[in-house]
Structure formats: C-alpha cells, structure tokens
C-alpha cells in the first residue's frame, strides 16, 4: 500500500524558512517523479514543484521560483522542501505526491502539513 | 499557463441523480491529458480519472470522463452518499500543471 506522511509544517514569521519533510513507502520510490501541492485556506490545488526520480531535474512554479528548493534522498525514501523568505501568501496546507509513470498526474497524496506564514 | 474553468462553481442534487461537471481549458489540447480528482474536507485529494476518460484504480464505474480538445466533463451517473465532495480538474499537458478551482457537489 502506497503510504506518503508529510511533517515540518509550522507558524512562521514573513522572510523566514522552514523544511517540509515527506516519507514514502509501498513503492520503489526512486522510480518515480515527485511533487509538492499546495492548497491555501479555502482556496484550490496549487502545484509547487516537481523532482524527478534520480534527482537530477528539479521544476518550480513561477510564485516560489529562487525561494524553494526540492530535494530527495532515495536511500532513506525521503522528499523535502526547503522554503526560504516566505511570505503570507505561501500560507497553505502543502502535500506531497506521487507522480504517474512518465505524467504528472498524481496518483496518490499525503494528507499534508499546514504552513502558516504569520507576525 | 493553461487556465482550466470549472462550472458550476456549486451543484446541489440528491443521491441517485445524476451529476454533470464541466471543465474548460484556455487552450485546446492536443492529447487528453486531463485528470479529475474528489476531495472530501480534511483529506487529500483522490484520483478519480486520467487521461480524459480513464478510471483509476479501485473508482466505481458510476464515475466516467469525457472530452478533448478545451471542453472535459466528470459525470456521476447515480450520486451515491459518499460522492458529495468537491471536485477538482488538473491538465498534465504542460507545465506548469494547473488545476481548475473545483466545483462542490452538495447535498440538495
């Protein structure tokens, strides 16, 4: 069974950083792309970043573009996001998930950790 | 960035009717890589359909997707009590990978 548990979410002051954390299990988790979804508080799907299987191709959004940076470590099966200069507007519940083989489309989700950016 | 326009924004109906949710994209697509997802309060996201009109696994057949080029559309043929949720479109064409802004199937 495919398992995907988000942690790192936090209050956290404008301009400041935080570390998401996303551990995978049911799958060969080096086989598959990666990716991080946000949802802001009653708001839709926004899509964040992509990473590919071996780590080697990294997408963002324009809104995050040179402020996050995703990363893997396939021996541990861990997924990360490394948010730096936040904002209010990155206020939202991020996810990790788990991309199709070869589209990005997702098959599965984590349920998510919240991120509130905040004075 | 392809902008995907989900209507109706709400529909009201009562279990066993049937459910027509529309979904519109900016640009016509040349493959049909579209996907619809439900998602109940509180849970993530579950996939529903990719590809336009392919169930994924473990959806009921009551469930079906339809469509190319802009115009997509998730029909619920009999709304089952579990099914009232919102719903979302996302396109996989290009990136960025963009969603439409749901459309939530409420109880009538």
């Known amino acids: 069974e495919v398992q995907l548990s988000e942690s790192g979410g936090d209050l956290v002051q404008p301009g400041g950083s935080l570390r998401l954390s996303c551990v995978a299990s049911?799958?060969?988790?080096?086989?598959?792309?990666m990716s991080w979804v946000r949802q802001a508080p009653g708001k839709g799907l926004e899509w964040v970043s992509d990473?590919?299987?071996?780590?080697?191709?990294?997408y963002y959004a324009d809104s995050v573009k040179g402020r996050f940076t995703i990363s893997r470590d396939n021996s541990q099966n861990m997924l990360y996001l490394q948010m730096n200069s936040l904002r209010a507007e990155d206020t939202a519940v991020y996810s990790c998930?788990?991309?199709?083989?070869?589209?990005?489309?997702?098959?599965?989700w984590g349920q998510g950790t919240l991120v509130t950016v905040s004075s | 960035e392809i902008v995907l326009t989900q209507s109706p924004g709400t529909l009201s109906l009562s279990p066993g009717e049937r459910a027509t949710l529309s979904c519109r994209a900016s640009?016509?697509?040349?493959?049909?890589?579209l996907a619809w997802y439900l998602q109940k309060p509180g849970q993530a996201p579950r996939l529903l359909i990719y590809g336009a009109s392919s169930r994924a696994t473990g959806i009921p057949d009551r469930f079906s997707g339809s469509g190319s080029g802009t115009d997509f559309t998730l029909t619920i043929s009999r709304l089952e009590p579990e099914d009232f949720a919102v719903y979302f479109c996302?396109?996989?064409?290009?990136?960025?990978?963009?969603f439409g802004q749901g459309t939530k199937v409420e109880i009538k």
């Open positions: 996302q396109q996989y064409v290009t990136s960025p990978w963009t």
């Open positions: 998930a788990k991309a199709y083989s070869g589209a990005y489309y997702f098959e599965y």
């Open positions: 049911g799958f060969t988790f080096s086989n598959y792309a």
């Open positions: 990473i590919s299987g071996s780590g080697g191709s990294t």
């Open positions: 640009q016509s697509f040349r493959s049909r890589y």
